[in-house]
């Protein structure tokens, strides 16, 4: 029998319902119990934070094992292609090391280095 895991979207998308509802079971708990204003939403805060940090534990490490291992996938094929990038550059200095000197970027003996922002006379 195989047990199919679920998406790391579905995993993210039940972890932040999860964490909805505990807010709002704070939020309605806090009201009964006579809290209004600005300090039923601060202690409801602080109540579902605490809450879901002990309850919702293994679905955080869960979250983050998957999201670890997807930057790990995408640091590898950046390594990848700059590796990739880096021996393109070997080859084409190498190419260039073997025909000489650029005919079109030739300095002679007798040239002068431009002043910028002045005609030469």
């Known amino acids: 029998m ?4 679920p998406s790391a979207a579905r995993s993210a998308f039940v972890y932040t319902t ?5 807010f709002g079971v704070a939020v309605t ?16 805060l602080l109540i579902s934070a605490l809450a ?6 293994k679905q955080r490490q ?5 999201l670890n291992g997807r930057l790990s996938r995408v ?8 590796k990739r990038l880096d021996e393109g550059t070997r080859a084409e200095d190498a190419d260039e090391d073997e025909d000489g000197a650029d005919p ?16 030469q006379a």
């Open 2 to 5: 195989s047990v199919m895991k």
């Open 18 to 22: 999860a964490r909805i509802i505990m």
């Open 29 to 44: 708990v806090l009201y009964w119990a006579g809290a209004r204003g600005i300090l039923l939403l601060g202690l409801a």
């Open 52 to 57: 879901s940090y002990i309850l919702l534990n």
């Open 62 to 66: 869960i979250i983050a094992g998957r």
């Open 75 to 82: 640091g590898a094929k950046a390594s990848e292609f700059s």
């Open 104 to 119: 079109e970027h030739a300095i002679g003996p007798d040239a002068e280095e431009p002043v910028l922002g002045f005609p």
